[in-house]
């Protein structure tokens, strides 16, 4: 019932957010050019660099391109469910309207980090996934590694979100949350290449003490070669210790929440 109670909620969050996008049509259609034309982009960039070597650390052109292509589709699930909240989250902390979302009946994280829906996004959704299979295609994957792919892709987006919220709470300590923002884009643009191209002590830091590095490395690196799987086994780790964090700084946080609009 409880599930069943957020599925409505969060159903409503979806329409009102999709009514609230396509009002704007000039804009919609301009944020869905814009999406592809990154998309395309990022992967004629690789391309380019491929028709200078053969490998890069120890992938050849299709292995780094499934990695990226996986990574995309990644950071589109991202924009479409979660971006714009981490925006309206320094909003409203500023102009003390989150006053209103503690009061609702309903888990504070949800009212706060699910309430914004990108359409857009959801249009080119087949864009990766068609280029995701391509890839995959291209590698040979065999059959555990097709069935492992959804799971892999709500995995990672879940340790880059837990991530994120966990970044997030600080907005509490701090006037202003647009530095907070811009730090938690940084570590999304680490994430998106894979682990070997950092030198040892940095992957160390990102891979197990800031575990940035795990959300498409440790994926990807088991899909291409199923033994390479500590990587996952420190994933898991990583999604409940960072889990169990969250939990207990977002309370912390709203004790520390003093309303701006008081």
Known sequence: MLLRKYWEVYKKFVSTSVA??????TSFILLIIMDIFFFFSTITSIRFIYDHVATIGPWNKDQLLFFITFMLMIDNLHMMIFSQSFWEFSAHLKTGSLDYI???????IFSVFFRHFRASSLIITPLFIGHLIYYGISL???????????????????LLVILEFILSTSMFWLTDGLGINFLRM????????????????TRK??????????????????????THYKLLLYMGVA??????????????????YDSASS
């Open 140 to 158: 040979k994957l065999d059959y555990l590694a097709w069935v492992m792919i959804p799971l892999f892709v709500i995995l990672s987006l879940a």
């Open 205 to 226: 830091v990102l891979s197990f003490v800031i575990p940035i590095l795990l959300i498409g490395s440790g994926p990807v690196h088991f899909l291409i070669d199923h």
């Open 102 to 108: 503690i009061l609702r009946p309903m888990n504070t």
């Open 186 to 201: 940084q570590f999304q643009q680490l994430a998106r290449w894979p682990n070997f191209i950092y030198q040892s002590l």
């Open 20 to 25: 609230v996008e396509t009002s704007f049509r």
């Open 239 to 256: 999604v409940v210790a960072g889990l169990f964090i969250l939990a207990n700084l977002w309370k912390i946080g709203l004790r520390r």
